[in-house]
């Protein structure tokens, strides 16, 4: 019973540097969604997705790529890395829309821009 | 700008003691409000609210909200180590499937 893994763990990277946050969830989860977790901002919404082959913008998403081309699985691309995308990003899945029910949440990747 | 603001930021209290802590939110669609508990890694959810007035409990967790006044509140009884956490409230608006989180609050847990 695997819920939502987020790969890689860590990451560092160079300033302009691309690279994808790999996300998967087994809950057949509808709702899929990434935020990025900086110190004194709370939990911020980059994309969302409400099923396969849709996808919108939430709070913060300049810089950032999605696609949903499986139920399973909503990857987030850096298109050009910059410092201040250095954050904790977490994924997250819910049956369905928030507010029917709770979000489940990946463990986080730590990323580092310098 | 939909605001979730929950005090105190940070808490140290005792093994035993017992903890209230406090989450006010200004949305302009209130769909539901969710209590999640942040070790070191994932949120885990803890309780989600949408009705006034309602008490969740699990254990020595509860939590009402008030929707007149705006505000939830999130009570730990008997305080243990494992308690130890950032405790995250978020607001469900229903815009966008957004859920509008707040900075959290530290609770630490001493012997």
């Known amino acids: 019973n695997a819920g939502v893994t987020q790969t890689p763990k860590f990451q560092v990277l160079k300033t302009g540097q691309s690279m994808t946050l790999q996300c998967a969830q087994d809950?057949?989860?509808?709702?899929m969604s990434w935020y990025r977790q900086d110190p004194g901002m709370g939990l911020r919404l980059i994309h969302y997705?409400?099923?396969?082959?849709?996808?919108d913008q939430g709070e913060v998403p300049n810089g950032y790529n999605v696609s949903r081309s499986t139920t399973e699985d909503f990857p987030l691309r850096l298109l050009s890395a910059a410092p201040s995308q250095t954050s904790v990003y977490f994924c997250?899945?819910?049956?369905?829309?928030?507010?029917?029910?709770?979000?489940?949440f990946g463990n986080g990747t730590r990323l580092t821009v310098t | 700008e939909d605001k979730v603001v929950q005090s105190p930021l940070s808490l140290v209290v005792h093994e035993g003691d017992t903890v209230t802590l406090n989450c006010s939110y200004e949305?302009?669609?209130?769909?539901?409000l969710l209590w999640y508990k942040q070790e070191k890694k994932a949120p885990t959810f803890l309780f989600m609210l949408?009705?006034?007035?309602i008490e969740k409990k699990s254990g020595r967790l509860s939590s009402i909200l008030d929707k007149k006044e705006l505000f939830s509140i999130l009570n730990i009884t008997a305080t243990q180590t494992g308690d130890s956490a950032v405790y995250l409230c978020?607001?469900?608006?229903?815009?966008?499937?957004?859920?509008?989180f707040g900075t959290g609050t530290r609770l630490q847990v001493t012997l």
């Open positions: 978020a607001v469900d608006t229903g815009t966008a499937s957004k859920l509008t």
């Open positions: 949408t009705s006034s007035g």
């Open positions: 809950m057949n989860h509808e709702y």
């Open positions: 997250a899945s819910s049956y369905h829309r928030t507010g029917n029910s709770p979000l489940h």
């Open positions: 949305v302009t669609n209130f769909r539901s």
């Open positions: 997705s409400v099923g396969a082959g849709i996808t």
